[in-house]
């Protein structure tokens, strides 16, 4: 059963990547959720480079994800943190790439708190 709904998942992703593309003025904003952790990052996908990264892991966010309850709160950091940095280095919009999951829950939480820290989508 993983396997099938893993493979539907890469089924979605192609279909999503055939029609979005980064670029350095508006790069696609990426996600990956593992089962505990979220990542999020801006590619070029132009130049083939990530331009910044975040995930529930960083250092940054350390404090705040230890008073923060539940893998929700702990995503919209991610997304908040992912948007500050990529701010400070003069990136306001981006391509929002949800990687084959459903716009729900952890993965809208990214995107509300990306969006939150000031990157349009």
Not at 18 to 31: D, F, H, M, V
Not at 61 to 74: H, N
Not at 89 to 111: E, L, P
Request: no cysteine.
């Amino acid at each position: 059963m993983f396997l099938k709904d893993n493979t539907q998942r890469a089924k979605k992703k192609a279909r999503i990547r055939k029609k979005i593309s980064g670029t350095a003025e508006r790069p696609r904003l990426s996600i990956f959720r593992s089962a505990n952790n979220m990542y999020a990052q801006l590619i070029d996908d132009v130049k083939g480079v990530t331009l910044v990264d975040a995930s529930s892991l960083s250092k940054e966010l350390a404090a705040e994800i230890k008073d923060s309850k539940g893998k929700i709160s702990k995503s919209k950091a991610v997304g908040k943190l992912l948007a500050k940095k990529a701010v400070e280095k003069g990136i306001t919009t981006a391509v929002f790439d949800r990687s084959g999951y459903r716009y729900h829950g952890r993965v809208q939480a990214v995107a509300e708190g990306a969006r939150e820290g000031g990157i349009k989508m």
